[in-house]
């Protein structure tokens, strides 16, 4: 059984940071990129991040490049998400998801106070 499973989310002040985690299992996904998204109340889901399983290639939303960095650990099948320099509209639910396989995880809270 395929799984995405999230972590690393919470409550943080402005100008605070967090690193998110996307823990995979139950398949191989070393020829599927990886993608963060979030969606806030309200609001549409928002792309945030991708890196190929290989970890050579990433790409940033314009919202969040110079403060968010994706990587990713092969060895423990798991993708990170390191958030820095946090403001209030970063707030929202921040999911992982293998597109090409549909597959997304449920998703982790955080929240930004000002």
């Known amino acids: 059984q395929v799984q995405l499973v999230e972590s690393g989310g919470g409550l943080v002040q402005a100008g605070g940071s967090l690193r998110l985690s996307c823990a995979a299992s139950?398949?191989?996904?070393?020829?599927?990129?990886m993608n963060w998204y979030r969606q806030a109340p309200g609001k549409e889901r928002e792309f945030v991040a991708s890196?190929?399983?290989?970890?050579?290639?990433?790409s940033y939303a314009d919202s969040v490049k110079g403060r968010f960095t994706i990587s990713v650990d092969n060895a423990k099948n798991t993708v990170y998400l390191q958030v820095n320099s946090l403001k209030p509209e970063d707030t929202a639910v921040y999911y992982c998801?293998?597109?090409?396989?549909?597959?997304r995880g449920q998703g982790t809270q955080v929240t930004v106070s000002s």
């Open positions: 139950g398949r191989s996904f070393s020829s599927y990129g």
């Open positions: 998801a293998v597109p090409s396989l549909n597959y």
């Open positions: 890196i190929s399983w290989s970890g050579a290639i990433t």
